[in-house]
């Protein structure tokens, strides 16, 4: 799904955390966004997510306008998000956190799942086979009945993926996904947004870490102060003297 930011701004207590952001990602595209602590990469994030609402600009999900749409209205036009920190439903398994995230996209709805209310049993059935698929794909199937809260840190930023990918997301939004995984962890990782991407997943990968999406994103955006600095292939930006200053701190 086409993704497009124009002049997007958003300013805490009158600082800006983004600044007249413009940016557009083509349906199949994975694109990451770079740049260093406290660029607004996060806020970029939340302003596409609906997490929260811009100061100006727009925010475009297929050609449809979203900006004054919260968060859950554009999960249900396709943006899956995994955020910075992991967010599991503690109390639930961490099979049942991730059929909240098809929960979102069923008659039963989003609130059904968390609540786990009786939905349907068919969907039921279906929900949770899909749900399992989900798991299997990030490495979680051996976790699927234990308790979320007893899974590793890794292991629960890995369920927050699983979920955005039970709803069948047409963007997907990556706030950092590889911080605090092991090598191995990240290995795998990689290879799983390797093949989402092969799939035509839109994606939009945040990262900290520059190495880990030089690999694997068809176009880098770079933020420095809340502004884009540079845009370009993975090359391109990294022999960009802009981007070099930035992250040197010249
Ligand atoms: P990044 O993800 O690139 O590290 P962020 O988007 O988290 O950067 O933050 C950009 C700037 O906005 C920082 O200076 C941060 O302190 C500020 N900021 C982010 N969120 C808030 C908030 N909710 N309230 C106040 N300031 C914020
Ligand atoms: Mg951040």
Known sequence: MRLAVKGVSRAFGGVYAVRDVSLSVEPGE?????????????????????????NAGTVSLGG?????LPAHRRARLGVGVVFQAARIFAGMTACENVMV???????????????RLP??????????SRALACLERT????????????LPLGQQ?????????CAEPKLLLLD??????????????ATLIGDLRAEGLTMLLVEHDVAFVMRLADRVTVLDLGRVIAEGTPAEVRADPAVIAAYLGT
């Open 30 to 54: 994975l694109r990451a966004v770079i740049g260093p602590n406290g660029a607004g990469k996060s806020t970029l994030f939340a302003l596409i997510g609906g997490q929260l609402a811009p």
């Open 64 to 68: 449809v306008p979203v900006q004054r």
């Open 101 to 115: 995230g098809a929960h979102a996209t069923t008659r039963a709805g989003f609130l059904a799942g968390a609540l």
């Open 119 to 128: 939905a349907h049993r068919r969907d039921e059935r279906l929900i949770r």
């Open 139 to 150: 490495g979680l199937a051996a976790w699927a009945d234990r308790p979320a809260e007893e």
């Open 157 to 165: 930023r890995a369920l927050q993926l699983a979920r955005a990918l």
């Open 176 to 189: 950092e996904p590889a911080s605090g995984l092991r090598a191995g962890e990240r290995e795998r990782l």
